[in-house]
């Protein structure tokens, strides 16, 4: 592959030898205002709370109808998720504990870093990707001697002249410009086909190697103190680890309130934390990426992506989660998931909130049903994609309404039994937010939840769920159809 030197280069790529991690510390505390820990107390709160009305209810009547048989089905069917994410919680409290007896700082890679941001370039978006492009030239050198900030982009992108002076402010970003006539093997399109190119440039630069790391972050997602301090914590560990080190890891999404459009889109995107604490960390952290990943705070050996690229076809839209399955069918329990947090921005309007979840649905919904990955590490999926089609239908709104036009209201279960479960489920989906919450808070510059957004929170957590429930069902007519995938790119102003 040639790469022309307008397309590459604000330098060329340099080759370090592969040396051992320096053992002297980096000078300067890690930031510990955003230490957080999970804890369970909303969790059993609300378990206690809904478990005793459950079975008051039933006492009370339990008359069992049409609509108790759909309302035993769907709200009973999460329950594997429940308690997936559950020990996930358990094993990030157990992580956190261990993580705080070690040095107040990591020691300093000697590997090389690279971060790629892929970026649509459009100059409604220039202010996130200047923010967060920064915040890499800010944070990531003090632990990275080596490092190169590669900000990807499209021939003749709006931005184009914003984003080379953004380039010329620092010798460690490099714009790749992805030529309009670059096509890949299986034609592959959006953010996947630029992964590839720069994949590639990489592989052609010689930097397809073991002390090549490559962290992949959006271009409205930024790190802090505490991202390159437990980025560099991980991969000195692998030096340690032998035969048995990682080649991919995954962190934290956290939403500080200053960077949010919205206050109640804010409210609602406190659930992606609450997973990767949860369903991320008992997938990614215990070797296997079976849940998927996400495109943001995704660290990767190059030698490692080498092997699997992002030439996933035209139809990939969630190829962070397809990476993800392909990942554990070569390279089974080698990845982990670390502490850090990324800092991005929610969606500014419910449209865009609804836009960006319609769009994962769908691309999950083809890649549960993609034959070319094998069904052992589609499985999981495909039971998280079973369970996402019926939230149209597992929400508590819908099911009276459905009662009401049937002329059957009760809502019982078969057994009591059950009554256990769907306060369990429901104690999760409470405890997801909750501690999503705590983490976007503690990731802000006023670090102290106010009690009016609790409240709101709790409240609105039926709310936030119909409005995730209408982009699912959106997402599965798209599926259905059969149409073009298309990529949408939402406004990042902050």
Not at 63 to 74: C, E, K, N
Not at 120 to 132: H, K, M, N, Q
Not at 341 to 366: H, I, K, N
Not at 446 to 465: A, D, G, K, T, Y
């Amino acid at each position: 592959m040639t790469t022309s030197q307008e397309q590459v280069a604000r330098r060329e790529p340099s080759r370090w030898p592969a040396a051992e991690p320096d053992t002297t510390p980096v000078p300067g505390p890690v930031d510990r205002r955003l230490a957080w820990r999970p804890g369970f107390v909303s969790f059993l709160l609300v378990f206690a709370v809904f478990g005793v009305f459950a079975w008051w209810a039933w006492a009370r009547d339990h008359s069992f109808g049409f609509l108790g048989w759909i309302a035993t089905v769907v709200w009973t069917l999460p329950v594997a998720n429940t308690l997936l994410g559950l020990s996930g919680g358990l094993l990030t409290t157990a992580r956190l504990r261990r993580h705080r007896g070690l040095p107040p700082t990591a020691a300093i890679v000697h590997d090389l870093l690279v971060v790629v941001v892929p970026t649509i370039g459009r100059r409604d978006i220039y202010p996130a990707l200047e923010r967060v492009v920064g915040s890499f030239c800010d944070y990531l050198p003090d632990y990275f001697p080596y490092l190169r900030v590669d900000v990807v982009i499209e021939e003749g992108c709006e931005a184009y002249e914003q984003i080379v002076s953004l380039a010329q402010t620092s010798q460690l970003i490099r714009v790749v410009i992805v030529p309009r006539s670059y096509r890949t093997p299986n034609g592959t399109r959006f953010k996947a086909r630029a992964n590839h190119y720069v994949h590639e440039l990489r592989h052609a630069e010689g930097e397809a190697r073991d002390d090549v790391w490559v962290l992949h972050m959006d271009d409205d997602t930024g790190v802090g103190p505490d991202t390159s301090d437990a980025l560099a914590r991980f991969i000195n560990a692998q030096w340690l680890a032998g035969e048995q080190a990682c080649h991919l890891a995954q962190g934290v999404l956290s939403y500080p309130r200053e960077h949010a459009v919205n206050r109640l889109i804010w409210l609602a995107d406190a659930v992606r934390p609450g997973c990767d604490i949860s369903l991320f960390a008992a997938t990614t952290g215990r070797g296997m990426p079976r849940a998927g990943l996400h495109g943001e705070l995704l660290l990767i050996r190059a030698s490692v992506e080498a092997t699997i690229g992002w030439d996933f076809g035209p139809q990939a839209i969630v190829e962070d989660a397809e990476f993800a399955l392909l990942f554990c069918d070569r390279y089974s329990r080698r990845s982990d998931w670390f502490p850090g947090c990324s800092y991005g921005a929610s969606p500014a309007t419910v449209g865009d909130f609804v836009r960006q979840r319609e769009r994962w649905a769908w691309g999950l919904f083809l890649l549960a049903t993609k034959r070319s990955v094998p069904l052992r590490r589609r499985l999981l999926l495909l039971h998280n994609v079973v369970i996402w089609a019926c939230g149209p239908i597992q929400h508590l709104g819908v099911i009276l309404l459905a009662g009401v036009l049937l002329g059957d209201t009760d809502t019982s279960p078969v057994s009591a039994v059950l009554l256990p479960v769907w306060a369990l489920n429901m104690a999760y989906s409470v405890w997801l937010y909750w501690e999503g919450m705590k983490i976007n808070v503690r990731a802000s510059t006023q670090s102290r939840r106010r009690w009016w957004e609790l409240v709101c929170l709790v409240s609105l957590i039926p709310l936030f769920s119909l409005v995730e429930a209408v982009a699912v069902f959106r997402g599965l007519v798209r599926f259905v159809r059969n149409g073009e995938s298309t990529f949408t790119v939402i406004a990042k102003p902050m």
